[in-house]
């Protein structure tokens, strides 16, 4: 049980054991993605801030997330803490269940999320026995959406827990969230009866490979590979009681994790007892030397190997460095250091193993030594890594000797003291070549210094002048790193010799280290700069793309490289597992398919011997800034099995994108070949690293491999431009213009050529831009389509562009204008569906032309939906100002508005606002937009006029409708609108329906009349439309009361020639009084009446706005020719053709992440009998009957649901009606007398509460099934009762104005009515108001019960005591 093993069918011994699912592939993780349950983890925590499962969107205070990891949607679950309230520090805690036994190469992986003022510190422990060890601790800072963290868990004995902690104090919300917990590699050996050849059979019947044996880590599960007569002979030293044999200089000290200094890069346990307790080597200093750990001298090995395992840790910086040399002590030659190994660069918080093997003919050494790197890590002039590679072979074995079997190479290696002016000095170097991939020998043979290589002999060799691996000799670690090393294992084939009494000269001996003064330059550079000629270059300008030194040094080892020069170009291998990347020359491939043409050294996988991660990565030094043209030229070949992967992630900080992957390829073939291909980098900060991630079976069927040659990157430079960058309009048709996509975020704009459901605006079959959020990987919050810097030709320009949106759950697209040294400025943004149709869309820039100042523009993408495109075509940049928009959200400006100084545009999101309504109409929320203005007498004296007039609007070719959406009287909500005083605790009044100050005054009315009360809940004032054309002329007044909702206001207009719409706001002297106006929305043809539409030029009022607590989904509009990614009717019902529009809603998105979508009317006013017929369409296959219409009734008691169809229904047009009342909603109910009694919300004070409304609801009955829900033709017939609908073929079984279901509801109502006819009669006898829910109407109206499938809901207003 829970021990990374599934011994059961379906690995159900597993399930709740941090894992969730069938049994895994092998060599698959046991992940727990939180979609089906927690798996087993469970909150441990003390207080209210804890962790619970939950789904993006589910509660308002969610940590900002607006989609899991796994999916990527808002559909996916996850495990989170949200907002915690309290000001004491709190800790939320997640346990793992207990687990049982870890292998020595498990890993633990998970995705988190937080931001940097969500929380305080993050930590992860582990819990075995009684020891707790910190895995990972960190107090940030966090980069935005979901980051990685992997931890190797070292061999665990026994039970063991993992716990996840988010920590906040009273600065902190303490928002996080988890996901995707995945074990990697924990599972031991299972027994077998028998173990392929050469492999270890251990006493618990387990099978490891011969590398495993003897190596300090538990492999089998029970020690035994551990515990051999052939490990017995080895000399071991774990630094637990002293150094052993060892030697070591300044710069190295014996530690432990629990003595160490609070360092965040200072290792958390030691290797050898993976406690905390436990002692090793570490070096942290800046000593003048680099820190040198020498082994005694050993004999000749002879025909035997001398092996030596050892465990490394780098962490904490990307400058730090350890080095592993071999130093011969033959007395025929000179004493010449060989460089083994090493590894440089940040490797994360764990002990990596690796192994040497080393044949003599001579005595020997080996000296470990850290140094360390005062440059930029990895840039030109610093270590690449590769060359010392040359000198190793990790299979097989390094052999010294002094015969003729060998080429003679010779190299001088430049070591450069780049903090020193770049002054060099030399160490002999010695090249071996014939090396053979797999388990072939190497030979090396030390000569003199100065002589060169032969000419044409390019077997590998070093060229003179070489710059090597080490430079800045100082030896100081990188900032903020640390080294350390571990269990150093010799075999038994390395015998010390006798102990001489004085120390043998060797490569850091007083005598052969240079000093200070002999490396003291001529000319200074601060440290970490290059020094090129007569220049000092800064780390920040080594591969920036913008050349510096007269020879280009500092753009050398920047990633561009044939990888034939031993610094490959400054590619720096940083695996960690079985795999790593290194240099090979073609011809020592062993493969057919990579000579020829192919000639000469490239970049291949190779094996290795770490034990942690199995992929290997290999990454550029810091890079950039880069350009938009930015590309990567490359030459690959990849074989293997579906497994395995080939491919290119940009790194940058926390975050890695993928920008490339290899096909898959099969691997049967019988050589590899050679492919190009290109990379579109972009453009991007600084810094950004390429790494290049790779995965396969070396030992499995088939020649699988992979390789990298002839890496070049190309048009990187900033300043790189070309004729096209100046190109903003753009059609698509031949490429993108000056438009690229921006690299900040995983989600990209493509240029698509029309096929299928895409089609573009231009001609219906060219070219067009779009993003899909959807698109994979893309895991980032939006995609951005960006331009050029541009300089402005006048100081009012106009852009106009085609924009679609179509989908029942997209997201936002914004326009943005970007300058240096300013903020963003938001011009345009559209969010939701607005139907599968191209739309126009324009906006005005203004420059400063005296500024010189250029500006960017930027089409953001708001991955904030998962159902659904974005396309954008015809961009068309002129002088001069654009026409007013048809369409304003005053979401991101005023839309050009002239407010005259009173109006304003506002946002409630503090809800602080001193007057205007708690929220906008278009999104529904206090973070939405509006323009408002004050009509209290102080502001705007009685009879005064505020106007508000748009800019000009372009002639119209034919009559078009104006709507708009307009709210009057009502002041922010009050949250503290409560009743205090001598009858109780507080509790809330009107239901928070009232202003802060309207609650104040009706604290010191409480006997006063509603006429009294008039300032409270009368007019403000009078809204006037005004169309300016040649003459102004009124179209529209209102001036009835105010309430909650917003109210649709519409006018016709007709003008040939420019004009102006102009609201008048005509104050009526009512103190703390406002008008407020938003989305309008200009469309061709006459305005509909209230709540009827046929859907042809669109919804009509009707708003899709999605709800938050049904999934945020949306209803769309189409038509029938229209190509669609989703199923809809062949023809509409108004015209019968394909050309006709409808509403329709796809029930296939619905499931867990969402239950229903609503399309619901306007406001309605009260009515005694109205009629609400409609046509609707149900498209679902025979098989498949779970979609569901309803027509639904909102009144402010709650919502009835008055007629339903499910089931199969035919492809055709059927008809429906239902007939709807409400009598009570401005009306004063009897038995008030007028009177605002307290404590008693009588029904005079309904208006402020938000009107009726219509709403159809597509819902599921069962499981998700592909098909469309559609409707059209709605009418709705005010003051007329609906008629009995003629049977018509096809439509018999429909024609019917309430279903039956609805009987039985109409049966509790009478019920209700009953109980409340008694309730009143004891009401009178005791004196007081009626209870406002004791009415039900004769017909199915707007009334006070909600019903929800099998249960009858009371509003609050019914039970509340009075």
């Known amino acids: 049980m829970c021990n990374f093993v599934c011994d059961c069918r379906g690995c159900s011994d597993e399930t709740q054991c941090g894992y969730h699912g069938a049994s895994p592939p092998l060599g698959a993780p046991f992940t727990c993605d939180f979609e089906q349950d927690s798996c087993g983890w469970r909150d441990i925590s003390t207080s209210g801030y804890r962790w619970f499962r939950d789904r993006a969107g589910a509660v308002p205070e969610d940590p900002g997330l607006h989609s899991d990891h796994t999916l990527g949607t808002d559909l996916g679950w996850y495990v989170a803490v949200v907002t915690h309230r309290g000001k004491e520090a709190s800790t939320a805690a997640l346990r793992s269940p207990v687990l049982h036994e870890a292998a020595p190469t498990c890993e633990l992986r998970l995705w988190y999320h937080a931001a940097s003022a969500d929380v305080a510190e993050l930590r992860l422990e582990l819990t075995h026995g009684m020891e707790t060890l910190t895995l990972w601790q960190s107090s940030g800072p966090w980069g935005p959406g979901w980051q990685e963290l992997v931890v190797a868990t070292g061999r665990i004995r026994g039970d063991f827990r993992v716990t996840f902690s988010a920590i906040r104090n009273a600065t902190h919300r303490g928002a996080v969230a988890l996901d995707d917990v995945a074990f990697w590699g924990c599972a031991l050996p299972t027994p077998q009866a028998r173990c392929p050849l050469g492999h270890h059979h251990c006493r618990n019947k387990a099978c490891v490979e011969p590398h495993q044996l003897c190596d300090g880590d538990d492999n089998c599960g029970d020690s035994s590979d551990e515990d051999t007569p052939t490990c017995s002979h080895h000399m071991s030293t774990d630094f637990e009681t002293g150094l052993g044999l060892w030697k070591l200089s300044e710069g ?385 070949h990849f074989q293997s099995h579906p497994q395995g992967f080939l491919a290119l992630v940009v790194v940058e900080g926390s975050t890695r994108e993928l920008v490339w992957q290899a096909p898959s390829s099969n691997s049967g073939s019988s050589s590899r070949s050679w492919k190009v291909d290109t990379v579109l980098l972009g453009a991007r900060r ?212 002239s407010t005259g100084g009173l109006w304003t545009r506002q946002t409630n999101t503090t809800g602080r606002a001193t007057w205007g309504p708690s929220t906008d109409h278009t999104t529904e929320t206090a973070q939405g937009h509006y323009m408002v203005v004050n009509t209290s007498p102080q502001t705007l004296p009685r009879g005064h006029i505020a106007s508000l007039t748009s800019e000009e609007h372009r002639p119209l070719a034919q009559p078009s409708c104006l709507t708009f959406w307009y709210h009057l009287s009502l002041q922010n909500p009050g949250e503290g609108c409560q009743e205090e005083g001598p009858w109780g605790p507080p509790r809330p009044l009107c239901q928070g329906h009232l202003g802060a100050h309207q609650c104040r005054a009706l604290s010191q009315h409480r006997s006063s009349t509603v006429a009294d009360l008039s300032w409270l809940l009368g007019v403000a004032g009078t809204l006037q439309v005004h169309v300016e054309e040649a003459e102004r002329r009124q179209v529209l007044s209102i001036n009835d009361h105010g309430g909650l909702a917003w109210r649709l206001g519409s006018v016709d207009v007709q003008a040939q020639r420019a004009w102006r719409v102009v609201f008048e706001a005509v104050a009526a002297g009512v103190e703390r009084s406002y008008m407020a106006v938003d989305d309008l929305l200009l469309q061709d043809g006459p305005c509909p009446r209230p709540a009827s539409c046929d859907f042809e030029t669109g919804l009509c009022g009707w708003s899709h706005l999605p709800w938050p607590d049904l999934g945020r989904y949306s209803w769309d509009w189409s038509s029938g020719a229209t190509p669609s990614h989703y199923p809809q009717p062949p023809v509409d019902h108004t015209l019968g053709t394909d050309a006709g529009h409808f509403a329709l809603f796809e029930t296939s998105v619905l499931g867990p992440g969402g239950r229903a979508a609503w399309l619901h009317s306007q406001p309605l006013p009260a009515t005694k009998a109205s009629c609400l017929r409609f046509w609707y369409q149900m498209g679902f296959p025979e098989q498949f009957y779970k979609g569901e219409l309803r027509v639904l009734l909102r009144s402010p008691r709650g919502q009835l649901a008055v007629w339903g169809a499910g089931g199969h229904r035919r492809h055709q047009w059927l008809e429906g009606q239902v007939e709807v009342a409400s009598t009570e909603e401005f009306q004063v109910r009897p038995g008030c007398s007028g009177e605002l009694r307290w404590g008693v919300l009588c029904e005079s004070t309904q208006l402020l509460l938000p009107p009726n409304q219509i709403v159809f609801e597509a819902t599921l009955g069962g499981q998700p099934a592909l098909g469309p829900i559609a409707l059209d033709d709605i009418e709705y017939l005010a003051g007329q009762r609906c008629q009995l609908l003629a049977p018509s073929q096809g439509d018999t079984a429909v024609a019917t104005s309430v279903p039956a279901a609805v009987g039985g509801a109409l049966l509790l109502l009478v019920l209700l009515g009953l109980l409340g006819l008694l309730g009143r009669l004891w009401l009178q006898k005791k004196g007081g108001c009626p209870s406002p829910g004791s009415t039900v109407a004769a017909a199915p109206g707007f009334d006070n019960i909600l019903f929800n499938a099998d249960q009858v809901t009371l509003p609050a207003l019914v039970t509340d005591n009075p």
């Open 252 to 636: 190295w000290t014996r530690n432990h994790s629990a003595g160490g200094p609070e360092h965040p890069a200072w290792p958390r346990r030691d290797h050898s007892r993976n406690s905390a307790q436990g002692y090793f080597l570490v070096s942290m200093a800046e000593p003048v030397a680099p820190a040198v750990l020498s082994s005694p001298e050993f004999q000749a090995s002879g025909p035997h190997n001398c092996s030596l395992i050892f465990y490394h840790y780098l962490h904490g910086s990307e400058a730090s460095c350890l080095q592993l040399f071999l130093q011969t002590q033959s007395p025929s030659a000179p004493q010449v250091p060989i460089l083994l190994r090493r590894r440089h660069g940040e490797l994360g918080a764990a002990w990596v193993r690796d192994r040497v093997d080393i044949q003599s003919e001579h005595p020997f050494r080996v000296r470990p030594a850290r140094a360390a790197l005062g440059g930029q890590a990895g840039g030109p002039g610093s270590p690449s890594g590769s060359w010392g590679r040359e000198l190793r072979e990790q299979v097989g074995a390094s052999r010294l000797s002094a015969g003729s079997s060998w080429v003679l190479l010779w190299a001088a290696c430049v070591w450069r003291d780049q903090s020193q002016g770049g002054v060099a000095f030399q160490w002999p170097l010695l090249k071996g070549c014939g090396g053979v991939m797999g388990g072939g020998v190497r030979t090396y043979e030390v000569q003199g210094v100065g002589q060169r290589s032969q000419p044409g002999d390019n077997r590998g060799r070093w060229a003179p002048e070489t710059l090597c691996s080490q430079i800045h000799l100082a030896g100081q670690t990188g900032p903020g790193g640390v080294v350390g090393l571990d269990d150093l294992i010799l075999s038994d084939g390395c015998q010390p010799v006798l102990e001489v009494s004085h120390s043998p000269p060797g490569l850091w001996s007083p005598a052969s280290w240079p000093g200070p003064s002999s490396l003291q330059p001529q000319r200074f550079c601060e440290p970490g700069h290059l020094s090129c000629g007569d220049l000092c270059v800064p780390p920040e300008q080594l591969c920036d793309f913008q050349q510096q030194c007269e020879g280009g040094e500092d753009e050398q080892e920047c990633g561009t490289t044939d990888f034939e020069p031993p610094t490959a170009g400054g590619w720096e291998d940083a695996s960690v597992g079985r795999l790593q990347w290194g240099r090979l020359l073609a011809q020592d491939s062993g493969d057919p398919g990579t000579s020829g043409a192919a000639a000469g050294h490239f970049l291949s996988l190779q094996r290795a011997w770490g034990q942690l991660t199995a992929e290997a990565r290999v990454l550029t030094p810091p890079l950039g800034p880069s350009g938009p043209h930015c590309e990567l030229h490359l030459a690959y």
């Open 686 to 897: 600084r810094p950004f690293q390429l790494e290049f991630v790779g995965l396969v079976d070396l030992d499995g069927p088939g020649q699988q491999g992979a390789g990298v040659d002839n890496v070049i990157m190309k048009d990187c430079s900033t300043s790189v431009a070309t004729k096209r960058d100046t190109e903003v309009s753009c059609n698509f048709e031949r490429d993108t213009c000056g438009w690229h996509t921006g690299h900040l975020t995983d989600a990209h704009w493509h240029r698509m050529e029309s096929r299928g459901p895409g089609y573009d605006h231009t001609t219906g079959e060219g070219y067009f831009v779009l993003l899909n959020p959807t698109d994979p990987p893309a895991r980032g919050p939006g995609g951005h389509l960006l331009t050029q810097p541009q300089m402005p030709a006048a100081s009012e320009e106009c852009l106009s562009f085609w924009y679609h949106l179509h989908g029942p759950q997209i997201g936002t697209l914004r326009l943005v204008m970007r300058q240096d040294g300013k903020a963003d400025t938001h011009l345009w943004s559209q969010s939701g569906t607005h139907g599968n149709c191209w739309h126009e869309a324009w906006a005005t820039l203004h420059h400063q032309m005296d500024s010189g100042a250029q500006y960017q523009l930027l089409f953001q993408g708001l991955r904030d939906g998962y159902h659904g495109t974005m396309a954008l075509d015809d961009v068309a940049l002129r002088p001069g100002p654009c026409w007013a928009p048809k369409r304003c959200s005053f979401e991101d400006s005023a839309c050009g508005f």
